[in-house]
């Protein structure tokens, strides 16, 4: 009798932490969905402040052109401009996953964007620091699809 008190008490304080863990992942979750859906309406509502300070300062920023391969920085530079001139970019997220290492300090993720012109695809990598989420990796894609790579692959080698 003693031993399945035991097992009953040892059960059910298993249930609760793995509640626990998966209420704290949820939570997470739902906290960076809203950062990243902050971050793009960032550019869409053209604060370049808020914008940048959600990307780390070691941060990198892959656009769709293979030249854009940008840090922080560079990436300010070159959008600069554009903030300026109220002239950025809008995008929404579709669908986004999330995942995280063990300890809940680094999240990836992938998304699809609906923008103006079309579909596009993001993915990055996020980290905790100082008690926020900040972007220290992000690449932007243009999805192909497979029947039409080869035609695209040509078209790029022509340039």
């Known amino acids: 009798m003693k031993n399945k008190k035991l097992k009953i008490i040892f ?7 793995c509640g ?16 990243l859906d902050q971050w793009h309406q ?12 959600k990307i780390s ?5 892959v656009g769709t ?21 109220g002239k950025t970019w809008n995008f929404k997220a579709i669908e986004r996953n999330i995942y995280f ?5 680094i ?22 620091e100082n008690e ?3 972007i220290h990796h992000y690449v932007l894609s243009l999805p192909v699809p497979n029947d039409k790579f080869r035609e695209i692959i040509k078209i790029i080698d022509k340039e």
């Open 11 to 17: 059960f059910t304080v298993f249930l609760s932490i």
């Open 20 to 35: 626990i863990i998966l209420n704290a992942q949820e939570t997470q979750t739902k906290i960076i969905n809203t950062f």
């Open 42 to 53: 960032n550019a869409a509502d053209v604060n370049m402040q808020d914008y940048f300070d």
């Open 57 to 61: 300062n070691d941060g990198i920023y």
């Open 65 to 85: 052109d293979a030249t854009e391969v940008w840090t922080k920085q560079v990436f300010y530079d070159w959008s600069k401009p554009h903030f300026e001139k």
């Open 101 to 105: 290492n063990e300890d809940k300090s």
């Open 107 to 128: 999240a990836w993720f992938d998304e699809k964007l609906k923008a103006s012109y079309g579909e596009l695809r993001g993915s990055g990598v996020l980290k905790f």
């Open 132 to 134: 926020s989420w900040k």
